[in-house]
């Protein structure tokens, strides 16, 4: 597709349970971002990818997070026992190459509500 | 952590009026970008200034770069409805990510 692609736009789960959040980079991108974005606030790094490698994971809460990017294009966000405190929009953004050479390309966000 | 903080918070404008929002942040810097977010939608880029640079235009929108106040503001010129929406800044702190602020919601009444 002509941008990033995120799904699903919008997810509801119960506290405890597991998700998965999808994003489709621009093809092309090497580098793909996950952000976590809550309610008036600005978007929290979560990991950076290089490829197929997290070249950086230093933003994930915890170990109840993971990601992978196992063919260097679409990556999966991984939440375990999810908490009520995990509910927040979840952004994806890739780039051509790593962010000090340019620009971000954000997707929508897929919006997690953890009741 | 957030290392960029913007000021003010919130902005409200008339339709034509010039629109201000800055940002100061605190470690030495590679880049810094503005980003504009509508209201449940994703972020758009809007402009990238270099460490080296100070000035920088794009359309109706100018970007000042203070790298010893470690301090940027973007200007809206000749705002219009549109223009309604939440303005962030990024810094590249020569690392692997962009760190961003808080952001300015930015309100223009028609």
């Known amino acids: 597709g002509a941008g990033v692609s995120q799904t699903p736009s919008n997810k509801v789960t119960e506290k405890g349970k597991y998700v998965e959040l999808r994003c489709d980079p621009i093809s092309g991108h090497t580098a793909l971002y996950w952000y976590r974005q809550s309610l008036g606030q600005g978007p929290e790094f979560l990991i950076y990818?290089?490829?197929?490698?997290?070249?950086?994971d230093s933003g994930l809460p915890n170990d109840r997070f993971f990601a992978v990017r196992p063919e260097g294009s679409v990556s999966t966000l991984k939440i375990q026992r999810t908490e009520r405190g995990d509910s927040a929009v979840y952004l994806c953004a890739s780039s051509l190459t790593r962010a000090n050479t340019g620009e971000l390309f954000f997707g929508e966000g897929s919006r997690l509500t953890v009741l | 952590s957030q290392q960029g903080e913007e000021d003010p918070q919130a902005l409200s404008i008339q339709e034509g009026e010039n629109a201000t929002m800055n940002c100061s942040y605190k470690t030495s810097i590679n880049n810094l970008q503005w980003y504009r977010q509508n209201s449940g939608r994703g972020l758009v880029h809007l402009i990238l200034i270099r460490s080296n640079e100070r000035e920088k235009h794009s359309g109706r929108l100018r970007v000042t770069l203070d790298t010893s106040k470690k301090s940027s503001s973007l200007l809206i010129t000749a705002s219009r409805a549109a223009d309604t929406a939440s303005y962030f800044c990024a810094t590249d702190a020569w690392g692997n990510k962009l760190v961003f602020g808080a952001g300015t919601i930015l309100r223009v009444k028609s």
């Open positions: 990818f290089q490829g197929t490698g997290a070249a950086d």
